[in-house]
């Protein structure tokens, strides 16, 4: 069965870190563009950052761009995203989430079921 | 960066009813715009990409249209497992989802 499982969020004070994990399976996630993307309480969706297949080349929502990586471990099968100087408004459950970027270009076809991180004091 | 506009922002339809949903970009787009649902405390489920492409095993009474800067969502026959948020998602530079349209059955 293809499917992404997040893991690794919790309660975090504010300027604190966390580390975010998304382990797939039943495909090879290397051959993917990779994607997080948040939902802050009974808000809609925020795309966060990207990893395109080549490892390497990544991009942010202006929102986290210097405190967030995202990162991969292709021998593990594994997404990251390393969370840095966290603030209140970064609250919210984070998905991971696959772009097919051969069948469906842009779009995101399998999703985690979220993992969710509160900042707060 | 490319803003989205959904409307409406929500409605109330009854079973077996047509429903539409727009999706208004900030600059031209061509067809790169997607649409997913979302049911309560569930993760997004991808329903139709580039604009008018029905996803592998969703079902036909679910359709999208569009191009440019104007894109529709529409539900040929409403059923009581629709009721879901649907948002719009341009892929054109990077990504921007549009603020959701809450549909719910009379």
């Known amino acids: 069965e293809v499917q992404l499982v997040e893991s690794g969020g919790g309660l975090v004070q504010p300027g604190g870190s966390l580390r975010l994990s998304c382990a797939a399976s039943g495909f090879t996630s290397s051959r993917y563009w990779m994607h997080w993307v948040r939902q802050a309480p009974g808000k809609g969706l925020v795309w966060v950052s990207r990893i395109i297949s080549d490892g390497v080349t990544t991009d942010y929502a202006d929102s986290v761009k210097g405190r967030f990586t995202i990162s991969r471990d292709n021998a593990k099968n594994t997404l990251y995203l390393q969370m840095n100087r966290l603030r209140s408004e970064d609250t919210a459950v984070y998905y991971c989430?696959?772009?097919?970027?051969?069948?469906?270009?842009?779009?995101?076809?399998?999703w985690g079921q979220g993992t969710i991180v509160t900042v707060s004091s | 960066d490319i803003q989205m506009t959904q409307s409406p922002s929500s409605l109330s339809a009854s079973v077996g009813d047509r429903v539409t949903i727009t999706c208004q970009a900030s600059q031209d787009i061509s067809k790169y715009l997607n649409w997913y649902q979302q049911k309560p405390g569930k993760a997004p489920k991808l329903l139709i990409y580039?604009?008018?492409n029905l996803e592998t095993g969703v079902p036909s009474r679910f359709s999208g249209g569009g191009s440019g800067t104007d894109f529709s969502f529409t539900i040929s026959s409403l059923q009581p497992e629709d009721t879901a948020t649907y948002y719009c998602q341009q892929c054109d530079n990077l990504y921007t989802f549009g603020q959701g349209t809450k549909l719910e059955i009379k």
């Open positions: 580039g604009a008018s």
């Open positions: 989430a696959r772009e097919n970027i051969v069948a469906s270009p842009g779009a995101f076809d399998i």
